[in-house]
Nanobody, 124 residues
């Protein structure tokens, strides 16, 4: 199964921007839709965003819509999550996951492999 590694987390101030990366070495990376989840202590896991295998379709949680952008460069075996105008409520561990469908429709129900997560903290 596809292995994924997240990177790019850190401590940010409100209003700043940060880009997370999800790397998936291997020739099959382009066969998977990729999703981002996040989870903060005391809160339920939230599906943040998904991008289809080809990158032609995306979706976003209402909580991040208009601020976050997901993209992928399959020749680099990497998916990105650009996070703009960060808010304290964005603080969480962010995980990427391989999705066992090509598109993102109903993607949270088709999660395959996971990365280990990267911490994003937004605080003044």
């Amino acid at each position: 199964q596809l292995r994924l590694v997240e990177s790019g987390g850190g401590l940010m101030q409100p209003g700043e921007s940060l880009t997370l990366s999800c790397a998936g070495p291997g020739s099959t990376f382009g066969d998977y839709a990729i999703g981002w989840f996040r989870q903060a202590p005391g809160k339920e896991r939230e599906g943040v965003s998904c991008i289809s295998s080809s990158g032609d379709t995306t979706n976003y949680a209402d909580s991040v819509k208009g601020r976050f952008t997901i993209s992928r460069v399959n020749v680099k075996n990497t998916v990105y999550l650009q996070m703009n105008n960060l808010k304290p409520e964005d603080t969480a561990v962010y995980y990427c996951a391989a999705i066992n469908v090509y598109s993102c429709r109903g993607w949270t129900g088709y999660v395959g492999s996971w990365g280990r997560g990267t911490q994003v903290t937004v605080s003044s």
